[in-house]
């Protein structure tokens, strides 16, 4: 494919492969963006950016809709295509495709909703009773939007949908390993009846792109979903400009003493293995209380090596590979260290290529690499705690508080855990690694800062204005 650079689609001698991770074949390539293409996509999206804001918010609303309606004309070729390029079975591309329709649609609705207030100017000591104040939200201008491979395409939708219905310019960077998902987006909003200046896409390593786009002062907006190093970089590099960060995740799972263990095993395998555990919201790390503990790893383990790994468009598969051969190594090495640190491998562990069996370990401690740090593999740490206290502190202790789930039919303790437990998104009775798109959605710690779901990605995709009318 050719990559979507100041209103027109560029073609480049240097190019890079997209590679299917099940067999690698290569799919197709796309060009490598130089600093050159990065200047005439900043220079374009200002202009962009104007005709954008000139844009009614029905307008912007029209455009959506009918880019969520094709996308829902074409799901099937485009969970075919997520699959191929990211590697997640057929089943996880056909709803990821699905999800992407409805955070079109989500955007699309609420360009219509972009709401200011009145300020009572009134209850000021010194304003008197014949002003009138009101706040006017406006678009940020240029925002760039960097997004990692996991959800080629509804990660990509949930930062340029509602940026899009906020009246911005967006300069897109995709993922090097998962670009075609994007593009095509990109093409659809074209179809759709998207300004040409109202995207550019740049495909090429964030590495040589992304610094360049950080840091210049065309750009107000920034918004990042990848891994926390590389979001740090981009925090250092972005100055003062609008930055979210999502990032990283090790969520825990607490399973306490009155749970309902199938339920648990239910939600630990779908939120722990989905996208071969390449989901940030994946569940890591179960704490689970003394009485339940041996009952849960003997429900847990016939079910986890019950999940086939194999090709992701052969529909009997339930997990597919993982992105990379050298990640699918990463996680065989840390789950050797756990076992030579004392923890007990209970189900998987091997790896062909970049297929790695779903994998269970028993008593794991917080030191180890698959509890302390993120695993982003499929691999499911088991820890035990003596009471909900001791669980919450070893769910706290991490850097990172992206989500967390809980099992217990005890309203208190799982009022407990909502409170006391550091994370953005708190579930009780399922596993952490659950998402509706409409919901705001984000970190705390290091698992970053600012909302998603477009509603709440507009708020931060939009400046306020205070109007005072003497
Ligand atoms: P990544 O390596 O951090 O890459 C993410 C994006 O950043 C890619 O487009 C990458 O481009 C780009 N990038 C790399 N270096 C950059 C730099 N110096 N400046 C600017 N951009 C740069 O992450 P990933 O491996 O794709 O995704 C996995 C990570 O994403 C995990 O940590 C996961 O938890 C996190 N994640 C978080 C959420 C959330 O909502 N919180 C959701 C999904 C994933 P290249 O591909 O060209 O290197």
């Not at 191929?84 to 495709?97: C, N, Q, V, W």
């Not at 406006?138 to 899009?164: D, E, Q």
């Amino acid at each position: 494919m050719k990559m979507f650079v100041a209103g027109e689609w560029v073609d480049k001698e240097k190019r890079t492969e997209v590679i299917n991770p099940y067999d690698g074949s290569v799919i197709d390539t796309v060009p490598k963006a130089d600093s050159d293409d990065v200047e005439r996509a900043l220079a374009a999206a200002v202009d962009g950016a104007r005709v954008m804001r000139k844009l009614s918010g029905y307008e912007r609303y029209q455009i959506l809709q009918k880019a969520s309606q094709l996308i829902g004309e074409r799901l099937e070729d485009l969970a075919k295509l997520i699959s191929r390029e990211e590697g997640k079975t057929l089943a996880e591309s056909r709803f990821e495709a699905q999800r992407s329709k409805e955070t079109i649609e989500l955007s699309a609705e609420e360009a219509k909703r972009i709401y200011g207030e009145v300020v009572p100017l009134d209850g000021s000591s010194h304003a008197g009773t014949k002003r009138l104040g009101f706040t006017l939200r406006v678009p940020c201008g240029v925002v760039v939007a960097i997004t990692p491979f996991n959800f080629p395409l509804n990660l990509v939708a949930h930062k340029v949908s509602p940026a899009l219905a906020a009246g911005n310019a967006v300069i897109l960077k995709p993922a090097s390993d998962t670009p075609l998902s994007a593009m095509t987006f990109v093409e659809i909003l074209l179809e759709a009846g998207l300004p040409p200046l109202g995207i550019s896409c740049l495909t090429g390593s964030g590495g040589d792109l992304g610094d360049l786009l950080a840091k210049d002062e065309r750009v107000r907006k920034i918004t990042f979903t990848g891994s926390r190093d590389v979001g740090e970089r981009i925090c250092r590099a972005a100055g003062i400009k609008r930055v979210t960060m999502e990032l990283g995740s090790n969520s825990p799972l607490i399973v306490l003493d009155d749970a309902d263990l199938e339920k648990v095993v239910k939600a630990t395998v779908a939120t722990g293995f989905s996208n071969a555990g390449q989901v940030c919201i994946s569940t890591q790390r179960v704490i689970a209380t003394k009485r339940v503990y041996a009952d849960l790893i003997d429900s847990l383990k016939p079910k986890i090596e019950a999940i086939t790994v194999g090709n992701p468009l052969d529909e009997a598969t339930k997990m597919g590979p993982m992105i990379r051969e050298a990640d699918a190594k990463r996680v065989g090495e840390w789950i050797a260290d756990a076992v030579n640190g004392g923890a007990r491998l209970v189900a998987g562990g091997d790896r062909q290529r970049n297929l790695h069996q779903a994998t269970l370990l028993a008593d794991a401690t917080p030191k180890m690499r698959v509890s302390c740090d993120e695993l982003f593999g499929p691999a499911v740490a088991v820890t035990s705690a003596d009471s909900l206290e001791e669980a919450i502190a070893l769910a706290n202790d991490s850097r990172y508080g992206l989500s967390a789930g809980i099992f217990t039919q005890d309203i208190d303790r799982a009022m407990q855990f909502a409170r006391e437990v550091d994370a953005g998104s708190l579930h009780i009775n399922w596993g952490p690694g659950w998402r509706a798109d409409l919901m705001p959605y984000g970190g705390l710690k290091e698992s970053g800062f600012g909302k998603e779901g477009p509603r709440y990605a507009m708020q931060e995709m939009t400046e306020s204005k205070m109007v005072v009318i003497h």
